[in-house]
């Protein structure tokens, strides 16, 4: 297997980081020895990635946002952003407000870097001077987003996807990465799959030639197209079901113990 892949890539939350949001000693060390470039392919955005790179020796370089922000972190460059223009999020907030009554709303905008949110958004642990509520409606849609995010306090998490990916009806990408019911939205045709691949093109890559790790919905277009797709142990079913493998979850270092057999670390 060892000489097939010349990238990994891998998900941030759920699948490199233990339940603590912390890389293991184990998992620091096998991507020192990994001999091939490593990826983070996550649906956090830019403003995030700091917490983890806080604990790397170096910045790996990372496509954010589920696909629309392509970041490299030796020259603090945006590569690329694909954002929803702002007549994109009139429509696709509209369909929300239509169709689920209880949904709150906020926007990533500035490729990430910049949160707006409604005041009934819930903020779970996020204080940063970058983060601020809307004064009003209009504000939402102000501005180009790379992604919507769209929350209901009632919904189950699988229903509510389907529910706001019906609402959409293509117009925009809808997946989800947290465990309550919340909804990602990006640009049509947007995806981690899609920014990854745009990657790899540049840099003269071809799926076949891609490991890939992940644990949640919005993982599933990036293992599908990879050449050997491998859902964590304690992944989604959905995600389960379209793997090539499945690894130990990531509190048992499962992306670590993979890595070291792939390629005889």
Request: aromatic letters at 4%; one cysteine or more.
């Amino acid at each position: 297997m060892m000489s097939r892949f010349r990238l990994v890539a891998t998900d941030i939350d759920g699948t490199l980081i233990n339940s603590e949001r912390r890389l293991s000693p184990r998992t620091l060390d096998v991507l020192a020895r990994v001999p091939v470039p490593v990826v983070l392919v996550t649906g956090r955005p830019l403003r995030w990635l700091d917490q983890l790179y806080d604990q790397l020796p170096h910045p790996l370089p990372a496509v954010c946002a589920n696909g629309a922000v392509i970041y490299d972190p030796d020259n603090d460059e945006v590569l690329r952003a694909d954002s929803m223009p702002v007549e994109v999020l009139l429509d696709v907030t509209k369909r929300l407000r239509d169709a689920v009554p209880d949904v709150s709303l906020a926007v990533e905008v500035e490729d990430g870097r910049g949160f707006l949110h409604e005041e009934s958004w819930t903020l779970r642990w996020e204080t940063d001077h970058r983060v601020r509520v809307i004064s009003s409606p209009e504000e939402l849609t102000s501005l180009p987003a790379v992604k919507l995010l769209a929350r209901s306090a009632t919904a189950d998490p699988d229903d509510f996807l389907e529910l706001v990916s019906r609402t959409l009806g293509g117009v925009a990408e809808a997946t989800r990465s947290s465990s309550s019911a919340l909804v990602e939205i990006s640009a049509a045709g947007v995806t981690k799959a899609a920014g990854l691949a745009w990657l790899c093109d540049r840099d003269g890559i071809t799926a076949d030639q891609v490991l890939a790790f992940g644990d949640m919905p919005n993982d599933i277009p990036m293992l599908t197209w990879a050449g050997h797709a491998v859902a964590m142990g304690n992944a989604h079913p959905a995600l389960q079901a379209t793997a090539d493998a499945i690894c130990a979850s990531n509190d048992e270092d499962g992306v670590a113990a993979y890595l070291q057999a792939a390629f005889n670390l």
